[in-house]
Structures are given as C-alpha cells and as structure tokens.
C-alpha cells in the first residue's frame, strides 16, 4: 500500500499552481481564475495542456453549478474540451470529483502527488555509485547539450511512455525551447554511450517540480532513473523537506515503489476527469 503524508491546504495550493506554472513553460498560457488555475495551450488541443487546477469552488449545489457552467462555457470559447485535475486533497468541494462525475467527466487515468519527505534517501550522487560505462550530463541551458542529447532524450521519453517513436523529435524540441528558461534543468545518463534515462526539474517559487523522469525499456532495473532522478534533484538544489514533488500514474507501482525509497510520500491519489 502507498504511504500517505498530511500536508495543509495552503502547501497543496502551491504545489498544484507550481505545476501548473512549470508546465505552461516555454510558450503555453497560466490563467487565474481566482478559484482556479487554467493551463491553455493555444495551439494544440491535447487536454493535457488544457486544463484546470487547484479548483477551489462552491460547497452550495447551485453556487457549484453555475461556476461548472461559466467554466464550460470558457473552454468552448477556447475550443478546448473540458477538463479537470482534482486536488488529491483540499479540492472545493470535498466531493468535486463525484459532482464532476455527475456532470458527464470521466477519469482517463490518474495518479498520486508524492512529495520529498527524506531528504537523506535523495542524497546527491557520488562517483563511486556510477557504474561502470555509465556516464550522466547535467544540462542547464541547451548550449550545454552534446550535439545529439536533445535527439536522444526526445527519443528515451517517447519509448519510455509508449509513445509512437515518431514524437522524438517534438519531445527534443519541446526540450531544447524549455531549457531556455534558467528556471530549468536537464539530466541525461548513457550506458556506454547510447542514451538510456532522463530526468527534469523546474525550480521557483521554493519548489522544485520533477518530470519527464524515463528509462528506456531494455534499460530498466538497472537504477538508472534512481540515478538521474537524484543527480537533477542536486541540479535544482531541492534539499530540504516539501521542496520537491511529482506525479505518477495509480497504476505504476514500480515507479511508486522507486520514489519511496528516494524520500518520496504520496499527499493522495486523485483522478484525472475529461469531459465525455
């Protein structure tokens, strides 16, 4: 079973606005709502850079309704389908997602937020724990990047999320546009030369937000994403309890598992609920 840490409301509000902030990096839009935060992409439909956040409305059933239905109507004015993340706790309401459900959304698949809680079992990489014909690359900016590392990082999170390896190279350049922000970090380890796991970190605000964290299947269990995952943690400087934090799908008990035992606790588990 997934441990579980209490955390407060006003620490789950800037986790969630955090996030949403790091994922509007380099060229997407964040929109306050005052009881709500909205990620707008505005030129790709995806409904994962089209949602909204940190939904604090109404317990009153028809206060509830008509903030549902303003919301509605501003996703049809963006020609975005409607869509909803859930605080895992602290959501207003307490019951959003079942009103949501209620409503016609559907959960597509969601996940736990876990939070750094032992900062020691993340502690930065020494050389003697690099195996041997491993080599990993820190890259903050994309001239630090060797002339292949943004292909190939591209390429190791389409297969690592069983994306078509086709979205390489969007993955890449998606890469190199948000490593132009300083606020933004970038791990890459190799085995023998060939690029084998990635991780990234977004840092502000006194959080650090840890993504895109891939092994390449024939790679896996070899403690590589164990590897970048705390090599980017040093890159962003996230030393301290509650400074870092990530998502992982319910489902991914192995990636559950290998957070725990890097200091990781889940503040819950939340659904993620498109619009049918």
Known sequence: MTRRIAIDAAAMTAIERHETASHA????????LGDAVMLHDPFDADPFWNRLAAVRWPDDPAAFDRRLTEVMALFAILGRRPHVWPSPVHAGPADLAERLAANGFVDVG?????????VDLAAPVRQAEIPAGVSVRVIRRPPDAGPHDLAD????????????????????????ATLADPRIVLVIARVHGTAAAVAKATTFDGLTYLSSIGTLPGFRGRGLAALVTRRVMAAAGARAPGTAYLGVFSGNTTAIGLYERLGFVSVGKSPDLLLE
């Open 153 to 176: 990082a591209g390429a190791v999170l389409a297969a690592a999320f069983g994306a078509p390896v086709t979205r390489g190279p969007s993955l890449a350049a998606e890469l190199a």
């Open 110 to 118: 969601g996940g736990h937020v876990m939070v750094l809680s032992d």
């Open 25 to 32: 990096i380099p060229a997407r839009e964040m929109r306050e």
